[in-house]
């Protein structure tokens, strides 16, 4: 039992000596004090970078050697101290006002539920989208040369084909990567061409060229996503503290609707 719990303590004092990056004077500096610090970024120590590991230590390190100094130098008895002191402790207050009363707002499902019927089509939909490839050239002929090679091609060699002659003839800068133009919904590109592009359906070309003030495209769909709605469940809980803060924000001018204020 004896051994036991001796074996116990050495693990817990090891993880503890391995949470320590630093002594400062004697004075431990822990991955959980740096990691405090990056909450805000949503990184923590063992996330970033080696280089940018000791950067931030460093700067912990300097903030420890500068309080110290601070501390020891008894300018906490100083007058300039306390009434910066007294400064502060009005914003810490109000402050910690302010996140006890957000948590204490609650918000319902139901709640929830209204908003998200209520601002559907506004906030929550999703719009039609198409990955798609093109190849642009400025003559007419040569785009319905090109086209008539498409046809030609199997099915299942058909994308690979297009990426080749998008490489080899496409005069747009996307033609150096195949023709490719990634995902986009409708109102990214000129009418002409987007007319064209969402009337296809996935793994085919345009049979005739589409015409615009670049040239002559040949498109091509290499995938398609329906529109639709976010589902409520994806959404709930950011609807939740959207809603709370604005009910935070609605106490907040409530506050100053009751309140005797004079202008000067």
Not at 69 to 80: D, H, I, Y
């Amino acid at each position: 039992m004896k051994k036991l719990i001796l074996g116990s303590l050495i693990v817990a004092s090891s993880l503890f000596a391995n949470d320590v990056l630093a002594v400062v004077n004697g004075e431990n500096v822990t991955k959980a004090q740096i990691n405090e610090l990056l909450a805000s970024q949503n990184l923590t120590y063992d996330k970033l970078p080696p280089q940018y590991q000791r950067m931030v230590l460093d700067k912990v390190i300097t903030n420890a050697l500068l309080i110290q100094k601070a501390e020891n130098s008894g300018v906490e008895k100083t007058a300039l101290y306390k009434q910066i002191l007294a400064k502060r402790k009005k914003q810490i207050a109000m402050e910690v006002f302010l996140k006890q009363k957000l948590n204490s707002i609650k918000i319902t499902d139901v709640e929830a539920k209204q908003f998200y019927d209520k601002n559907k089509d506004l906030m929550f939909k999703k719009p039609q989208e198409v990955k798609a490839r093109h190849i642009l050239v400025k003559d007419e002929k040569q785009a319905k040369d090109l086209i008539n090679q498409l046809k030609n091609v199997p099915q299942s060699q058909l994308e690979t084909k297009f990426i080749q002659l998008a490489k080899k003839y496409s005069k747009g800068p996307s033609g150096k990567d195949g023709g490719e133009l990634g995902w986009f919904g409708k109102g990214k590109m000129i009418p002409a061409f987007e007319k064209v592009a969402f009337s296809l359906k996935k793994g085919e070309f345009s049979l005739e060229p589409v015409k615009t003030r670049f040239g002559y495209h040949i498109i091509y769909i290499e995938d398609k996503k329906d529109g639709g709605y976010i589902p409520f469940d994806a959404v709930k809980d950011k609807i939740k503290q959207q809603l709370k803060l604005k009910k935070l924000r609605d106490y907040i001018n409530s506050i100053k609707t009751d309140a005797k204020i004079e202008y000067k």
